[in-house]
Nanobody
Framework: RVQLVPSGGGSVPSGGSTTLSCEIS??????????VAWFRQLPGNKREGLAA????????TYADSVKGRFTIAQDSATYTTYLQMNSLKPEDTATYYC?????????????????WGPGIQVNVSS
C-alpha cells in the first residue's frame, strides 16, 4: 500500500501564506496514473477536495473555492506533493489531508481515494 506523511500547517495570520507537504512511499507511486490530492475538513463536514495532481505529470485540477489562491505541485524525484496556500482567510481554518490513488482522471471526491495521510491543522487568525 501507499504511505503518506504530511507536514506543515500551524497558525497563520489572515492574508498570509503557508505550504503543506506530503511525502509518499510504498507501492504504485511510480505509476503514470498515480494521483495525489489535498482535502480539508471541518468538524461534522465531509472532506472538501481542493486540488489534485499527477505524481508523474503536470496536469492539475482545483476546486473553485481555492482556484487562484492555492497551488499544488509535485517533486517526482522526492515523491513529495506540496500545497502552497496564499491569501489565507479565517474560513480556510480546517484539518488538511493528502490522499493518493490510481486513477485515469484527477478526482476531487473523497470517495475516489483509498490512501490517506493523517490530518494536519491549519489555523488562520483574523
Amino acid at each position: 500500500r501507499v504511505q503518506l506523511v504530511p507536514s506543515g500547517g500551524g497558525s497563520v495570520p489572515s492574508g498570509g501564506s503557508t505550504t503543506l507537504s506530503c511525502e509518499i512511499s510504498g507501492q504504485f507511486y511510480r505509476n503514470d496514473h498515480f494521483c495525489v490530492a489535498w482535502f480539508r475538513q471541518l468538524p461534522g463536514n465531509k472532506r472538501e477536495g481542493l486540488a489534485a495532481i499527477w505524481m508523474r505529470g503536470q496536469s492539475t485540477t482545483y476546486a473553485d473555492s481555492v482556484k487562484g489562491r492555492f497551488t499544488i505541485a509535485q517533486d517526482s524525484a522526492t515523491y513529495t506533493t506540496y500545497l502552497q496556500m496564499n491569501s489565507l482567510k479565517p474560513e480556510d481554518t480546517a484539518t488538511y489531508y493528502c490522499a493518493a490513488e490510481l486513477r485515469s482522471w484527477l478526482p476531487l471526491s473523497q470517495y475516489e481515494y483509498m490512501s490517506w495521510g493523517p490530518g494536519i491543522q491549519v489555523n488562520v487568525s483574523s
